[in-house]
């Protein structure tokens, strides 16, 4: 069964860089995950889909200073030159068997 | 631009029924897959539900299995959630979303409070 594991929070200060990190289960250390992030209010937006090639697609308009990548069963979200509208709830997401299936999501505070 | 709006929450008792309403605008409705997905109070998300371009082929979570009926009707571009035997734990908001493998896009949400 498939489990996506996150750190329940992270902190960085303005303008610094911080990485979010997605863990996959054994044995589906090669899966596609996506990462969503969602404001204290609204529903979540997505942001990119990383492959477990490291290789990453973006949303619409997401900025260049958001990026993904991946090293085994890890996936990395990665955000430089944090601002204040980066402090959200950051979800990943994979599939099993075709079905959804979410992290417990980290939320990230810019301090 | 896509929008995705969703309406029909609200507060009902235990045992009860709601109908959940998604109006998509800005691409073509009927080429894509759709998604219910739910997020209870301060706690992450869930997927509950899908629904196939067409309709005809539809799954479940097990949570809600038996009691929750999704469909679609893709001439007034929209997808609902039927949601019947409710329980206090279905107490959520319901996002819908499309689902193009991303999930790529996300309403804002309809409030369900399941309480006597």
């Known amino acids: 069964q498939l489990v996506l594991t996150q750190s329940p929070s992270a902190s960085a200060s303005l303008g610094a860089s911080v990485t979010v990190t997605c863990t996959l289960t054994s044995g589906h250390s090669d899966y596609t995950i996506a990462w969503h992030k969602q404001l204290p209010e609204g529903g979540p937006r997505y942001l990119m889909t990383i492959k477990g090639d490291g290789s990453h697609e973006k949303g619409d308009a997401i900025p260049d200073r958001l990026s993904g990548s991946s090293s085994g069963a890890e996936r990395y979200l990665t955000i430089s030159s944090l601002q204040s509208e980066d402090e959200a709830d950051y979800y990943c997401q994979s599939w099993d068997s075709g079905i959804p299936v979410f992290g417990g999501g980290t939320r990230l505070t810019v301090l | 631009q896509v929008h995705l709006v969703e309406s029909g929450g609200g507060l009902v008792k235990p045992g009860g029924s709601l109908t959940l309403s998604c109006v998509a605008s800005g691409f073509i409705f009927n080429d894509y897959y759709m998604t219910w997905i739910r997020q209870s109070p301060g706690k992450g998300l869930e997927w509950i539900s899908y629904s196939s371009s067409d309709g005809r082929s539809t799954r479940y979570a097990d949570s809600v299995r038996g009691r929750f009926t999704i469909s679609r009707d893709n001439a007034k571009n929209s997808l609902f959630l039927h949601l019947d035997s409710l329980k206090v734990e279905d107490t959520a908001v319901y996002y819908c979303?499309?689902?193009?493998?991303?999930?790529?896009?996300w309403g804002q949400g309809t409030l369900v409070t399941v309480a006597s």
């Open positions: 979303a499309r689902d193009y493998t991303p999930i790529d896009f």
